[in-house]
């Protein structure tokens, strides 16, 4: 930190095992990803290139390996092991991973339905060789699961050897643990938290009253995902209370009075 500050909420160290921010690039040019890495690096712990874009991004490698200069691990979205997987590929994106040097692998079906003892199948092998982040939930907007499925598919997967399991909002947030509006499924939050523990899950949080809801709920090193890199910044600010939707949720006593005096 720039300078001291009294009673600022305890962070996770990296390599962080929990208190994760995940960003998704959508496909920033390598100067982009210079400079915001010179200024939010500390804040990254993993990034995602989102569904498809590392199929059509130019300098895909070297974009990989300026992510790498700064120890922070690279997947490639979902939807593109889907689209491998529908195209009976599977061998061939296990090759993609390794001919780029990645470890982090996510295994989904958000977009095609694969049936469940076969995902779990691709998540043992998987796991094997790599770091596994399993999405659980459809793009679908129609399609809403109960939360005693949601904790089902979440066990399994945690089970069949992924790190952590996704919790599929897409990258608006407005499916998934949340409603259209992008408001969260709370009782479903809830429900799943009563059987999946908290440090196991990333949660995906585009908007920021997402992002809140979440800290509210567990705190400052709660996993959180799906986050543009222009927001890395501000979220690490909302995770310690130093922007106004947090300000007093890590004050103590005396300084939640003196905060209504001054």
Same mark, same amino acid.
């Given at each position: 930190?720039?300078?001291?500050?009294? @009673?600022?909420?305890? $962070?996770?160290?990296?390599?962080?095992?929990?208190?994760?921010?995940?960003?998704? #690039?959508?496909?920033?040019?390598?100067? =982009?990803?210079?400079?915001?890495? /010179?200024?939010?690096?500390?804040?990254?712990?993993?990034?995602?290139?989102?569904?498809?874009?590392?199929?059509?991004?130019?300098?895909?490698?070297?974009?990989?390996?300026?992510?790498?200069?700064?120890?922070?691990?690279?997947?490639?979205?979902?939807?593109?092991?889907?689209?491998?997987?529908?195209?009976?590929?599977? #061998? #061939?994106?296990?090759?993609?991973?390794?001919?780029?040097?990645?470890?982090?692998?996510?295994? &989904?079906?958000? /977009?095609?339905?694969?049936?469940?003892?076969?995902?779990?199948?691709?998540? +043992?092998?998987?796991?094997?060789?790599?770091?596994?982040?399993? +999405?659980?939930? /459809?793009? #679908?907007?129609?399609?809403?699961?109960?939360?005693?499925?949601?904790?089902?598919?979440?066990?399994?997967?945690?089970?069949?050897?992924?790190?952590?399991?996704?919790?599929?909002?897409?990258?608006? =947030? @407005?499916?998934?643990?949340?409603?259209?509006?992008?408001?969260? $499924?709370?009782?479903?939050?809830?429900?799943?938290?009563?059987?999946?523990?908290?440090?196991?899950?990333?949660?995906?949080?585009?908007?920021?009253?997402?992002?809140?809801?979440?800290?509210?709920?567990?705190?400052? @090193?709660?996993?959180?995902? @799906?986050? %543009?890199? %222009?927001?890395?910044? &501000?979220?690490?600010?909302?995770?310690?209370?130093? $922007?106004?939707?947090?300000?007093?949720?890590?004050?103590?006593?005396?300084?939640?009075?003196?905060?209504?005096?001054?």
């Amino acid at each position: 930190m720039n300078f001291a500050l009294k @009673n600022i909420p305890h $962070r996770t160290s990296k390599p962080r095992i929990n208190g994760i921010t995940m960003v998704m #690039d959508k496909g920033m040019g390598l100067d =982009g990803t210079r400079d915001f890495l /010179s200024v939010a690096a500390p804040y990254v712990d993993i990034v995602k290139l989102g569904f498809g874009t590392s199929y059509v991004t130019n300098h895909l490698r070297e974009k990989i390996e300026i992510y790498r200069d700064h120890n922070i691990p690279v997947y490639l979205g979902g939807t593109l092991f889907e689209a491998f997987l529908v195209r009976n590929q599977f #061998d #061939d994106y296990v090759d993609v991973l390794k001919e780029f040097g990645l470890d982090h692998v996510e295994v &989904s079906d958000g /977009s095609v339905t694969i049936p469940h003892v076969e995902k779990l199948g691709y998540i +043992e092998k998987l796991a094997k060789q790599f770091t596994v982040l399993s +999405e659980v939930g /459809s793009k #679908d907007a129609t399609h809403i699961m109960p939360p005693y499925k949601w904790i089902e598919l979440m066990r399994a997967e945690l089970e069949a050897g992924a790190n952590y399991v996704i919790a599929e909002a897409r990258e608006a =947030g @407005n499916v998934g643990i949340y409603r259209g509006s992008g408001e969260v $499924r709370e009782g479903l939050v809830q429900e799943i938290l009563t059987q999946i523990p908290s440090e196991r899950i990333m949660w995906e949080a585009p908007q920021k009253m997402q992002q809140v809801y979440f800290l509210e709920l567990l705190g400052a @090193n709660v996993n959180l995902g @799906n986050i %543009a890199p %222009a927001e890395v910044i &501000s979220l690490e600010c909302t995770r310690v209370g130093l $922007r106004s939707d947090t300000f007093h949720l890590f004050l103590n006593k005396e300084e939640k009075e003196r905060a209504n005096h001054i």
